[in-house]
């Protein structure tokens, strides 16, 4: 049996991860990621797909987030019919990430429509809420470290891989040889998730590179969150933090929850406003077993729920001091914005940044200072002191990465470097050889290499 894989995607960039794994019996695709970014990138989603989409065996998914798991609508939309498989905690926010995924793409084109901004006419969708509804009807939950059969001779063990709820490291099994893809690695000692799982063994080995070139700051991770409370108490105004709905807002509201039982903070109301984040909260809640055994009570003291527009309107006659969480994380969309506008002119309101700011966004230009910022086609004053913390990050840091390395009992005959920029990738490799001593080589894009 011989058998190749193709780099489709995440080979010199983190978005987009595809990899066809062809083993002369079957076709099947680790990940089904999403280009995102830069436009010649999202360009990219719109160029028919480089493999025939009914002649896929089945597809394999590390996690939910788009840029594994948003291309899939796509696939389905032109021909693909076979089973997807994941783990359950990843099935589940699928059935939230998708449609969201695909009210997006409507909307884009909706404008596009209104405003004559597409060469096409009328401009159509990427993929309709109907085609993501069809793949949830495809969806194969599975337990994980349980290895199943995905196709002629090809089977596949889930391992957690601690990145957010259900994510996974994927073992490939290919008759006697062993394909190991690290999907996104998540970190060591965290609240919440659990450490990645270390696996013995890989014949090739596919291993992300998000921050392969750098190490996360080793401070508190929750003294900046202390701050930023203390100072929404003390001028009595309002905590506003732009959070991702999957991942990073569970993560704040359960540190929010362990300051307060440590008497670190005092008990302020908070306020979840994002229909998606509120839904993946309950997600989290209901899967305990993908947590860390340590984790405790998830959501802090005084904790409500913003369902509906008018929820989120009725925050507007809040009076601090209050902590308010909405999306989205980079201040790019969502109900953040009607905050972000009301809220930034005033000297008492903290924003507080959780996560990484994409150069081009909103939450970029506040990070790096901006005095005014432009929301609904108005500039808006930003009186309003900014915080960006750098602490919370979802993803292993070189350090991180070379640890997991290190539980392989024998080198992998090859290790081959993914879901990375140029340079974090090239310093993981270099990483890996002096330290490790393993042959490894950064994926290039397009390119088909042996597995078996
Ligand atoms: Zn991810």
Redesign the pocket.
């Known amino acids: 049996m011989t058998a190749s894989l193709t780099f489709l995607g995440a080979a010199g960039t983190v978005t987009g991860s595809k990899f066809l794994l062809d083993t002369g019996q079957g076709r099947l695709l680790l990940e089904c990621g999403l280009f995102q970014g830069l436009k010649e990138l999202r360009l990219r989603n719109w160029a028919p797909p480089p493999f025939d989409p009914a002649g896929l065996t089945a597809v394999l998914l590390?996690?939910a987030?788009i840029?594994?798991s948003g291309y899939l609508p796509r696939v389905v939309r032109t021909g693909f019919t076979g089973p997807v498989y994941c783990t359950s905690g990843t099935a589940e926010l699928l059935r939230i990430m998708l449609p969201d995924a695909a009210h997006l793409q409507e909307e884009e084109a909706e404008y596009a429509n209104r405003h004559g901004t597409s060469k096409h006419t009328p401009a159509l969708p990427l993929f309709t809420v109907g085609d993501a509804q069809k793949v949830l009807g495809l969806v194969r939950p599975v337990a994980v470290n349980t290895s199943v059969a995905v196709g002629r001779g090809v089977s596949a063990r889930f391992v957690r891989s601690g990145?957010?709820l259900g994510?996974a490291i994927m073992e490939v099994r290919v008759g006697e040889t062993r394909l190991v893809h690290s999907?996104?690695l998540g970190r060591y000692d965290v609240p919440i998730m659990p450490d990645p799982e270390p696996v013995p063994e890989a014949d090739v080995l596919l291993v992300e590179s998000t921050y392969g070139n750098r190490l996360h700051p080793r401070e508190d991770p929750a003294a900046l969150l202390v701050q930023a409370v203390q100072r929404a108490v003390d001028e009595k105004g309002w905590l506003l933090i732009p959070a991702f709905a999957v991942g990073r807002s569970q993560e704040v509201l359960y540190t929010l929850r362990e300051l307060e039982e440590t008497g670190r903070i005092p008990t302020l109301a908070v306020y979840l406003d994002s229909p998606m984040a509120i839904e993946a909260t309950a997600i989290y809640a209901r899967h305990p077993e993908e947590e860390d055994p340590a984790t405790g009570p998830f959501v802090p003291r005084r904790f409500h729920l913003a369902r509906s527009v008018q929820d989120s309107k009725a925050l507007n006659d809040v009076d601090g001091p209050v902590i308010v969480i909405a999306g989205s994380g980079m201040a790019t969309g969502g109900r953040v914005l009607h905050h972000l506008r009301r809220r930034l002119p005033d000297p008492r309101t903290t924003v507080l940044f959780v996560g990484y700011q994409a150069a081009g966004t909103r939450g970029r230009l506040l990070k790096d200072g901006a005095r005014e910022v432009r929301i609904f086609g108005e500039e808006v004053a930003v009186r309003a002191q900014v915080v960006v913390s750098d602490a919370y990050s979802?993803?292993a840091d070189q350090g991180e990465i070379l640890r997991w390395l290190k539980g392989f009992k024998r080198p992998p005959r090859m290790t081959y470097i993914v879901h990375g920029e140029p340079e974090a990738a090239l310093a993981l490799r270099e990483k890996i050889s002096q330290a490790l001593g393993w042959s490894a080589t950064v994926a290039e894009a397009g390119t088909t290499v042996p597995v078996v």
């Open positions: 590390s996690h987030h840029d594994h990145h957010i994510a999907g996104d979802a993803h």
